[in-house]
């Protein structure tokens, strides 16, 4: 069964511009979340979806923002990129509450 | 506040001894659930293994066992006979339950993590 998918899993882009990072569920999961990770703030958390709804939100700036598809498959948008936003995102799913959350390989961003 | 602390940045063991990552952790919640995951330089994180709060037995998968204490509010991973290819970090997560202003779900609160490195 495949694993978690996340397109593309290198991108480089200049401040300013916005990019948006894709994740593919695994079949039959239907909670995503997204984490970004730094060297210097480590790994935190930015959005979870289930069923199509934000679930959760971590204290990012409106400059993120995600969604998620009927077929559960997610999306998530960053705009005005600043150099800061440099890192990997990761993408996670599980099949419910009490499930284990599995990743995916993540996105690398570099923001130039 | 809800925290997940690893206290040890960097560690080596030799190739086929175990060794053991600690973690410690802070809720006020009575159901939670605790991960380890690795992450090897490619930057996928690979799920190891999960101990729900009111599991009794420490969870064990295959190589790995978490050294569950409730009461001390830890969980250590355990490797046995560590492998070269177990060089990576490693990190401690935790997953809160549900709360009146807090939706369960796939929120995980994560530690800084270990570097392990396994020398031949």
């Known amino acids: 069964k495949a694993g978690v998918t996340q397109t593309p899993r290198y991108l480089i882009k200049t401040r300013g511009q916005q990019v948006t990072l894709s994740c593919s569920p695994i079949?039959?999961?239907?909670?995503v979340s997204w984490y970004q990770q730094t060297p210097g703030q480590g790994l935190q958390f930015l959005f979870e979806y289930f069923s199509e709804t934000q679930r959760n939100k971590g204290n990012f700036p409106g400059r993120f923002s995600g969604r998620q598809f009927s077929n559960s498959r997610s999306e998530m948008n960053v705009s005005t990129l600043e150099l800061g936003d440099s890192a990997l995102y990761l993408c996670a799913s599980s099949f419910g509450e009490m499930n284990t959350i599995y990743f995916g390989e993540g996105s690398w961003l570099t923001v130039v | 506040a809800q925290k997940i602390t690893q206290t040890q940045p960097g560690m080596f063991v030799q190739e086929k001894e175990a060794v053991t990552l600690d973690c410690t952790y802070d809720?006020?919640?009575?159901?939670?659930?605790l991960f380890w995951y690795k992450q090897p330089s490619s930057g996928e994180m690979i799920f190891l293994i999960y101990?729900?709060?009111?599991?009794?037995q420490n969870a064990t998968e295959g190589r790995y066992s978490l050294n569950f204490q409730k009461a001390r509010k830890s969980a250590n991973l355990v490797i046995s006979a560590s492998q070269l290819g177990d060089s990576a970090m490693y990190f401690c997560?935790?997953?809160?339950?549900?709360?009146?202003?807090?939706?369960?779900?796939?929120?995980?609160?994560f530690g800084q993590g270990t570097e392990l490195s396994v020398k031949p």
């Open positions: 997560a935790m997953r809160e339950g549900r709360s009146a202003s807090r939706n369960q779900g796939g929120k995980l609160i």
């Open positions: 079949s039959g999961h239907r909670s």
């Open positions: 809720t006020s919640d009575q159901s939670y659930g």
């Open positions: 101990q729900g709060s009111y599991d009794e």
